[in-house]
């Protein structure tokens, strides 16, 4: 303990720390309105940093071993069982200040979403112990290529390109594919999803399989040094059966996470979700229960819009994974998404086909829907009341400026462009349908 507690108070160690600490609450708060008052939500976003934390976690770690390890293999006496020993400690002093940064996000996201009105709950564990999992492995590599030696540049940047990688490679899996399987930061945190736990376990049998790797090369490499200087390696009773024990967990370890299932699976609705009394009927998630009043609000908007322009809605529409009805996606606080949804509804109600589809290839299908498209983003700015945010954009093609243009325009032009594409999309499907 002592070894670890000089370890822990080097000032490269004290300074990486705490830059990973404020690169944790800058990056969570930075994105502060996508997980407040959403339990989930938060619990993923403690482990979203670690895309670069780790890289910088694995790199620093590689450095400072990389740096102990020169200084030792100076001459060819070196005393293998302190250098074990330093070995470990460093390696146990940098996993526990990796844990330090973990608990001060998972500190940040309880106090935001105790101060957020969020509805009863609290973390959940499984994204917290894939991110620590994570954390801890960053450290470990790092650890790991550093005790190889070699030029002073090598293992570090080595380190943050596997750590980066690692945490790139699958994260554009597809949900229930078996890439999914190795997933570990950037998990959505959705209400409707939820972390299967053998994949939990896992991704700590991966890390287990990356500590023992790095607590096991420095006692290797003493043993190569001391047997080439011609000195007996310290091994002691069991030094045969210790090396065959570890290869075993390490194998069986390694099979553990080659066969893990899906990192993410969906949930199972509850029985009694929170709903709205508006028109359409907005149904949550109880995770997303503070979400409610704010798509109620939009609710009740999108009917007002409809009715100016006599279109329809859904009686009732639910949050993602609670029925196979209407249904919309969350994105924080954030309702763009959710009135895009209402929107393009009341812009089909104005001229549907209740007929057979076309073949993809009749020229009128884009026609159609380039008229929806537009009518759907005119209905979406007047249900928000508000211009396009930045950055907010689609795969329709939609000339936003133009429907923006003509938002706010007066009412006899804008009733006047509302006609045009009315007639447009039911000539299409006079054509269609007869």
Do not use: K
Not at 100 to 129: D, E, K, M, Q, R
Not at 221 to 240: E, K, M, N, T
Not at 345 to 358: E, K, V, W
């Amino acid at each position: 303990m002592r070894a670890v507690w000089v370890e822990a108070r080097r000032p490269l160690v004290v300074v990486g720390a705490a830059l990973l600490v404020a690169g944790q609450l800058y990056l969570m708060l930075h994105d502060i309105t996508a997980w407040r008052g959403v339990w989930p939500m938060a619990s993923a976003a403690v482990g979203a940093p670690w895309m670069f934390l780790g890289p910088a976690a694995a790199g620093l770690s590689a450095y400072e071993a990389l740096r102990r390890t020169r200084l030792r293999a100076g001459g060819c006496a070196v005393d293998t069982v302190a250098w074990r020993s330093s070995a470990t400690a460093m390696l146990v002093a940098r996993v526990v200040l990796a844990c330090v940064v973990v608990g001060a996000g998972a500190a940040c996201a309880v106090v935001v979403n105790l101060t957020g009105h969020a509805p009863a709950g609290f973390l959940w564990p499984s994204y917290l112990i894939v991110t620590l999992a994570f954390a801890i492995g960053s450290v470990a590599v790092g650890t790991l290529l550093g005790s190889l030696g070699g030029p002073m540049w090598f293992a570090p940047v080595l380190a943050v390109l596997a750590t980066f990688l690692r945490a790139m490679w699958f994260q554009s899996a597809v949900m229930g594919s078996a890439e999914a399987a190795f997933t570990r930061i950037f998990l959505s945190g959705r209400p409707w999803v939820e972390l299967d736990a053998r994949a939990v376990i896992a991704s700590v049998m991966e890390t287990v399989v990356l500590v023992a790797l790095a607590l096991a090369t420095p006692v290797l490499l003493a043993r190569a040094r001391a047997r080439r200087s011609g000195r007996i390696f310290p091994g002691g009773r069991g030094a045969g059966v210790r090396p065959v024990t570890a290869a075993a967990v390490l194998v069986a370890c390694a099979a553990l996470v080659l066969g893990s299932p899906p990192m993410v699976r969906f949930r199972t609705p509850p029985t009694d979700v929170p709903c709205s009394d508006t028109h359409p009927r907005v149904c949550v998630w109880p995770d997303n229960a503070a979400l409610l009043p704010r798509l109620a609000e939009t609710a009740d908007r999108a009917d007002a819009v409809a009715q100016t322009v006599d279109g329809r809605l859904m009686t009732q529409i639910d949050e993602f994974g609670l029925s196979d009805g209407d249904s919309f996606g969350t994105q924080g606080e954030d309702t763009w998404f959710f009135s895009s949804t209402l929107a393009g509804t009341i812009a089909y109600s104005l001229a549907p086909y209740r007929c057979d589809q076309p073949p993809d290839d009749d020229p009128g299908l884009l026609t159609y829907y380039g008229a929806e498209n537009e009518f759907s983003a005119l209905f979406q700015l007047q249900i928000e009341d508000s211009p396009i945010p930045p950055g907010y954009s689609d795969s329709t093609g939609t000339d936003f400026a133009e429907v923006t243009r003509v938002w706010q325009a007066s009412q006899s032009e804008r009733d006047t462009w509302v006609a045009d594409r009315v007639a447009t999309m039911q000539a299409q499907v006079q054509g269609w349908c007869g």
